[in-house]
């Protein structure tokens, strides 16, 4: 196989790569509106739902029934109620919060947090156009009174839905025609009311719904569900507030249920009482996707990138999401610029240990633990023994090096001193190994520009893997790894001179004409 059609097959490799990365970002950025910036911050409402009832002495269920999703939102429901089962399921783009307890007796609270999570692909549900509802039944002779009340509000039958609407509101409030006590009687609010009002629109062919919910305002506590009427024309529905007659304009108004489908039913119960209370927080994006991927139909997607996972787990794995690009940085280092470190990643597992140790502290104690080792690897040479015992016992000196430190840091109230069990004890023994045979092989000079290679590049391996952007960047978006897969690849073709030998090798692509 010719080199040139080796590099043709990593070309194709790599841009499949980057393919299949760009696919899944943009897939998590369009889908599931994953954030590039781990500091935006987004709102999260939270609404608490409590019910008081009286249990019948016997086994107990509960539902709340809540909309899955709302223009800009989705809805989740958690509880914690203790004694009873709870189980939140999503059926026919509704959330079905069920109660279950096998016997309760006497008061009985249930507590549900339902969560409000923006998300701008939730468009709630679909809107239908309704049919013409069907002819009211009134009782005891209403039925003419309606009409009557009806005539004397649109007498030429010329009025828009818009204008009849407002109209018949505003002659309910002024109670000056005799139809409208016996019409409403004692049903002046709540869904009697509304219930009049709607028999009254049908009569005129005009489809309207009942809505129930409640407002969204931060720190408002204790409140009752709120009944309003929606009424359709111009191809949408629009609310009106029935206390007043007006269109409603409280964007904050939540709507819960629609039509007869009952907000709360329970049975081994009765006088349910429901209150609501809501409170407004912040919240980062890293938290943000976790919510969406909790409750959201891509949930499979969290379980890959690790939200699932417990929090300490997930520390460890931002880091280890940022070891790629720390590796990228080596091969750079080697491969581009040419410039020759003690052991290959070796800078990156040191830069790992100083991420427990903080980078002064750790260099400090790093550069003596080394100054040490090297001279008890000195003295171990002497005595002719054995690679693998002498390394041996260098990790030996070195563990007891390393006790000594944390003892007398923690003696002098250093805490940076006591992470030092945090360095990998076999690779600061091989160092200690390698650097003595550099000196032996190649001299002192060449062991220490060989270290102070390997310090410099452990201190920008240093700042990338401690990046708390970083962490989230890779954390949440880990395909970004098989772009510096792509990128490495790219570099292991890499023929050509590193920077490190153009001034070596300058004379000979320097002209001749230059040199004389």
């Keep these: 196989m010719t080199a040139s059609h080796s590099r043709k097959k990593i070309y194709?490799?790599?841009?499949?790569?980057?393919?299949?990365?760009?696919?899944?970002?943009?897939?998590?950025?369009?889908?599931?509106?994953?954030?590039?910036?781990?500091?935006?911050?987004?709102?999260?409402?939270?609404?608490?739902?409590?019910?008081?009832?009286?249990a019948d002495n016997g086994p107990v269920k509960a539902t709340l029934s809540l909309p899955y999703e709302l223009p800009g939102y989705y809805l989740a429901a958690t509880s914690q109620t203790p004694g009873y089962e709870f189980s939140a399921q999503e059926r026919n783009n509704r959330i079905q919060a069920v109660w279950r307890a096998p016997g309760r007796k006497g008061p009985q609270t249930l507590s549900c947090q339902i969560t409000f999570i923006p998300d701008a692909s939730a468009k709630g549900a679909e809107e239908v156009p309704p049919e013409v509802p069907p002819r009211p039944h009134w009782a005891n002779g209403q039925k003419l009174l309606a009409e009557?009340?009806?005539?004397?509000?649109?007498?030429?039958?010329?009025?828009?839905?818009?204008?009849?609407?407002?109209?018949?509101?505003?002659q309910i409030q002024k109670n000056d025609n005799p139809a409208v006590p016996i019409l409403f009687a004692d049903k002046r609010s709540g869904a009697p009311f509304i219930h009049t009002v709607r028999k009254l629109l049908a009569m005129k062919g005009i489809p309207s719904r009942e809505v129930e919910g409640v407002f969204l305002t931060d720190k408002r506590r204790r409140q009752s569900p709120v009944n309003q009427i929606e009424v359709y024309y111009d191809a949408e529905y629009h609310r009106y507030d029935p206390a007043s007659g007006h269109l409603s304009s409280q964007k904050d108004f939540i709507p819960l249920r629609y039509g007869e489908d009952p907000l709360f039913e329970i049975s081994g119960g009765h006088q349910p009482k429901l209150r609501f209370s809501a409170l407004k927080t912040n919240i980062s994006a890293a938290g943000l996707n976790r919510l969406r991927g909790s409750f959201i139909e891509h949930s499979w997607v969290m379980d890959i990138v690790g939200y699932e996972l417990p929090i300490s787990e997930q520390n460890v794995f931002k880091r280890l999401a940022l070891l790629p690009l720390a590796v990228l940085l080596i091969?750079?280092?080697?491969?581009?610029?040419?410039?020759?470190?003690?052991?290959?990643?070796?800078?990156?597992?040191?830069?790992?240990?100083?991420?427990?140790?903080?980078?002064?502290?750790?260099?400090?104690?790093?550069?003596?633990?080394?100054?040490?080792?090297?001279?008890?690897?000195?003295?171990?040479?002497?005595?002719?023994?054995?690679?693998v015992p002498r390394i041996?016992?260098?990790?030996?000196?070195?563990?007891?090096?390393?006790?000594?430190?944390?003892?007398?840091?923690?003696?002098?109230g250093f805490t940076q001193g006591q992470s030092i069990t945090f360095f990998p004890l076999i690779i600061l023994a091989w160092t200690i190994e390698r650097a003595?045979?550099?000196?032996?092989?190649?001299?002192?000079?060449t062991m220490f520009r060989q270290l102070a290679v390997s310090l410099t590049a452990c201190i920008p391996c240093y700042f990338l893997l401690n990046s708390a952007y970083l962490q989230y960047l890779f954390f949440s978006f880990q395909e970004f790894n098989?772009?510096?897969?792509?990128?490495?690849l790219l570099l292991g073709t890499y023929t050509g001179y590193r920077l490190t030998e153009l001034k070596r090798f300058k004379s000979l692509v320097t002209p001749c004409s230059d040199r004389f």
């Design 482 to 488: 098989l772009i510096i897969l792509a990128l490495i």
């Design 12 to 54: 194709i490799l790599a841009g499949i790569l980057i393919l299949i990365a760009a696919g899944i970002a943009a897939f998590k950025i369009g889908v599931l509106h994953f954030s590039f910036f781990r500091t935006v911050n987004a709102e999260l409402w939270v609404m608490e739902c409590r019910v008081r009832f009286d």
């Design 331 to 387: 091969v750079i280092v080697r491969n581009i610029i040419g410039l020759q470190s003690m052991g290959t990643f070796m800078p990156v597992l040191i830069a790992l240990a100083f991420l427990e140790t903080g980078l002064i502290a750790g260099l400090i104690a790093f550069l003596l633990i080394l100054t040490v080792g090297l001279a008890a690897r000195a003295l171990l040479t002497n005595m002719n023994l054995l690679m």
């Design 148 to 170: 009557q009340f009806l005539k004397s509000i649109d007498p030429d039958g010329k009025l828009t839905v818009r204008q009849f609407t407002e109209k018949l509101f505003k």
């Design 392 to 412: 041996s016992a260098v990790v030996v000196i070195v563990i007891l090096l390393m006790k000594v430190i944390s003892v007398l840091s923690y003696a002098l």
């Design 436 to 445: 003595s045979m550099v000196w032996e092989e190649d001299g002192a000079r």
